[in-house]
């Protein structure tokens, strides 16, 4: 779904991809100078799953290939395969610069969604359950792929900067069934690479922009969302 302007706040997100080498050299440098994210495990690491949702059209995944100026992607997340924390959020895309709602829903809503059942949503009072309602009736959302991956996240509270690593992209191909770990999933790159992420509001500080300066990664507009649905016709 388009959206001509965002309606709630927004930030710069500049994706790249970068190998392991250089990657391990990154974090050496913003360990001196960020936090690691409070979320993350002894090792600096989490793991993060998502179900994303999509209509009959495909929409969300047409217009990311074909690069419109407003996207919105629907999904539901959760952390080290734990239910504790069920996350829905809607991801919105305007030129560079994206917006996310996200509200927290309990396991027996999430499980509904995913089997396509939105009525659990009517007794809802939160906008952004009463949009994923109004697209699961109107525009037939449904569950379409998961997506693993490992994050290692640095952050600069007072400044807004955050900087991730999305690091082992998998594929739960033609799955949704997002609470069981033994479900197969497949890497996404043919070649050993990982994803880096940079995220700040209205401007970058001048020492990250230094840090930054001498990595090798590649700009790109990645979606881990569109690398794992286009797999869906390869054979592993």
């Known amino acids: 779904m388009e959206r001509s302007q965002p309606t709630f706040p927004a930030r710069h997100e500049l994706k790249f991809f970068i190998n392991r080498g250089d990657l391990n050299a990154l974090a050496a440098r913003l360990e001196r100078v960020l936090w690691r994210d409070a979320h993350a495990g002894p090792d600096g690491e989490y793991f993060i799953r998502s179900v994303y949702f999509d209509d009959r059209a495909n ?3 047409y217009e990311k290939l074909e690069g419109g100026p ?30 996310k709602q996200s509200v927290s829903i309990p396991r027996e809503l999430a499980d ?9 949503l009517q007794r ?18 449904r569950p379409v792929v998961i997506v693993d991956y490992i994050r290692e996240a640095y952050i600069h509270p007072a400044e807004e900067v955050r900087i991730t690593f999305d690091k082992q992209i998998r ?29 700040y509001d209205e401007f970058l500080p001048t020492y990250m922009q230094a840090i930054l300066s001498g990595v090798t990664a590649q700009r790109s507009a990645v979606s881990k969302y569109t690398w794992c649905r286009r797999y869906e016709n390869k054979e592993f």
């Open 70 to 99: 407003a996207r919105d992607k629907y999904r539901i997340r959760i952390y080290n395969f734990s239910d504790r924390v069920i996350k829905l959020e809607c991801k919105s895309k305007y030129g560079d610069l994206i917006s």
């Open 124 to 141: 809802m009072r939160h906008p952004l359950l009463h949009d994923v309602y109004r697209e699961m009736k109107t525009r037939l959302l």
């Open 59 to 61: 929409s969300a995944y």
């Open 171 to 199: 594929t739960g191909l033609y799955q949704t069934a997002m609470f069981d770990a033994s479900i197969p999933t497949y890497p996404v790159f043919d070649d050993p690479m990982e994803v880096l992420e940079v995220k």
């Open 112 to 120: 509904q969604l995913i089997a396509g059942d939105p009525e659990g």
